[in-house]
């Protein structure tokens, strides 16, 4: 369907200063119309996308773990050929407002291996010239009064969850209010 003049004027940019808008907005309210349903429609699929997500996760890590355990397997082959596997899983986070903590912790136990430092500087506008000149001598700090720096310790999530594996296999509890750990089975299909 093609655009009315006016409208395909402002699209393609070259619009005169007062467009002239024709008395029936029908095709706008159209338009309008048609945005909010795609919204909406968006909305449903995500929310239906979450759904299933759940249910996923239900057969992968409870459901079906549950039934093998229950029969003694950790492994089965199906008739289809494919290969039910159980594999034991951790996951570890940080929650955001323990970061600091946290790292806190891992220093003085001696396991800041594990923390990279990103350094990170804005330079304002029209600062061009000087943050090329400090990208070529990152080593020289003699302008570092004149930008903002800010340094950030992270860690990799999957060298945390590495870290948290080791250190429950060396039967070493991490502090549960600094280290978000969650441990299960699931079941993989190949």
Known sequence: MSQPDW??????????EAVEIPQDLGEVTRLATALVEAQDEVKAA???????KERLKNIQERAL????VTLGLTELTLQ?????????????????????????????NEEDEII???VSITFA?????LAQEFSDYARRWNHIG????????????????KFAKTQMEAGVTLPDELFSIHTGTKAEIK
């Open 7 to 16: 409208l395909q004027s402002i699209m393609d940019g070259d619009a005169p």
């Open 46 to 52: 995500e929310a239906e996308l979450k759904q299933r």
């Open 65 to 68: 773990p549950d039934v093998l």
């Open 80 to 108: 289809s050929g494919r290969k039910i596997k159980l594999k034991n899983f951790v996951s570890c986070s940080i929650p955001a407002d323990q970061r600091d903590e946290a790292m806190n912790w891992l220093r003085e």
């Open 116 to 118: 990279k430092n990103v």
């Open 125 to 129: 506008k029209g600062q061009d010239e």
């Open 146 to 161: 004149e930008v903002d720096l800010e340094q950030k310790p992270t860690i990799h999530p999957q060298t945390l969850i």
